[in-house]
């Protein structure tokens, strides 16, 4: 009877170290990237849906191997439930080209922490002149908490550019040029002291005032872009901060817009080595007739060239704040590239250069926004040059890789 019962315990002690054997060593799957494209395509992203992969099990960590290289990857929980939803890495692909990719998914290994390409923040000061960082917040939407937010609201950044989020009714794109290609956001703050900026630190680069700067989504009265106002209540969220991307939410609940009440997320999806910012326009019910803007602020002075078929892209040189003393003019290109199928008409006001754009019976839409600053040593010093650049990017945005998964 005892022997019995010490091989029933041997028994079950081996096949639970089989499970857990089984378990530590994950799944590994074959990823294949095609790029069609007859140009080489860098720090390509590659997003791989976790559910889709029917792993079986809650992924908390994932390797990527190139051949026998490792690649950096990272796991977004992007729905707060605690439970990563995608996988991420980006990849660098030759014209007409095909890389294939192993991705193995653990259910018990954290993830290996990588070199950052990428940074976000969020800051609130306290009342003592203190910054402390916060992943999210939400207010009333009677409550303006914007200076009460270091750099008013999110900032995130590659090695090639920084964006920020106006934590208000304007809910503005605003932009950080560079000199040099490197994180810088994390140090200065947005607002770099005379040291830093004697360092080759950038700056902000735009005066936005009450424009879409660059291609905030606004929405339309008839004649002008309006602010996203009233809303019950709003919400930004830093959802993930690299190393390969940094994911941030804007979040206006209750907007009372054309004879709705509309629930609005705005996603901005920054990638390692990309200065253009994906932007993803979500509601929780479909869109009727209702009719908004974007596109991008008309500086002062500036020239503008559109396609009149989703993308528009300008050029200008104006002060980027009041102190005309301590700062110098600064000259920046901005663009913003709409799918065509939301267009509905190209429209200018006395600040902006705009598409209406609507998106009748879905839940949403994606579009894309870039800019230059001329301090770049890596960027565009023309004008010419910049809208030259903005039709190969939209080439580029219409010409998007095809990624296949095995099971390997």
């Known amino acids: 009877m005892k022997q019995d019962l010490v091989y029933a315990v ?186 830093q900026l004697a360092r080759g630190f950038g700056d902000d680069v735009l005066r936005v005032g009450g424009s879409c700067g660059s291609g905030a989504l606004k929405g339309w009265d008839g004649t002008k872009a309006t602010h996203i106002e009233p809303v019950a209540s709003r919400t930004e969220s830093i959802l993930a901060c690299g190393p390969v991307r940094t994911v941030v939410d804007v979040f206006a609940n209750g907007w009372q817009y054309q004879q709705s009440v509309l629930r609005m997320k705005i996603r901005y999806i920054l990638y390692a080595g990309h200065r253009d910012c994906e932007v993803q326009v979500s509601f929780d019910q479909p869109l009727k007739q209702e009719i908004f803007a974007t596109g991008v602020e008309h500086i002062k002075g500036s020239v503008s060239r559109s396609d009149h078929q989703g993308l528009v892209a300008n050029w200008g040189t104006d002060w980027p704040v009041d102190d005309t003393v301590k700062y110098a003019k600064e000259t920046v290109g901005l663009a913003t590239c709409l799918p065509q199928e939301i267009v509905r008409s190209e429209i200018h006001d006395s600040e902006n250069y705009l598409y209406q754009v609507s998106a009748e019976g879905k839940q949403g839409f994606t579009y894309h926004i870039m800019f230059t600053s001329m301090k770049e040593t890596f960027g565009y010093k023309t004008p010419e040059a910049w809208f030259d650049y903005a039709k190969k990017w939209k080439e580029y945005l219409l010409s998007p890789c095809k990624v296949t998964i095995e099971r390997g």
């Not at 095609?34 to 720090?43: F, K, Y």
């Not at 910054?131 to 200076?147: A, F, K, M």
């Not at 932009?175 to 703050?189: A, D, H, P, Q, V």
């Open 10 to 195: 041997l028994f079950f002690v081996i096949l639970c170290s089989q499970a857990v054997s089984v378990q530590a060593d994950g799944k590994t799957f074959t990823v294949t990237v095609s790029n069609e494209w007859n140009h080489s395509r860098a720090n390509e992203p590659v997003v791989l849906d976790v559910k889709g992969l029917n792993c079986g099990f809650n992924a908390i960590s994932a390797v990527v191997m190139d051949g026998e290289t490792e690649v950096s990857s990272q796991l977004d929980d992007l729905d707060g439930d605690l439970v990563a939803d995608e996988i991420v890495f980006v990849t660098d692909l030759p014209a007409s080209s095909v890389k294939t990719f192993r991705v193995t998914v653990s259910p018990d290994k954290k993830q290996k922490e990588y070199p950052s390409r990428v940074y976000a923040e969020m800051l609130v000061s306290d009342k003592n002149g203190k910054h402390v960082p916060v992943s999210s917040l939400t207010v009333p939407g009677t409550v303006d908490i914007y200076n009460q937010l270091h750099h008013h609201g999110p900032a995130f950044e590659s090695e090639q550019v920084a964006y920020r989020i106006y934590f208000d009714r304007k809910q503005t794109v605003d932009i950080y040029g560079k000199f040099n290609k490197g994180l810088e956001i994390e140090e200065s703050r947005f607002y770099p002291t005379d040291e």
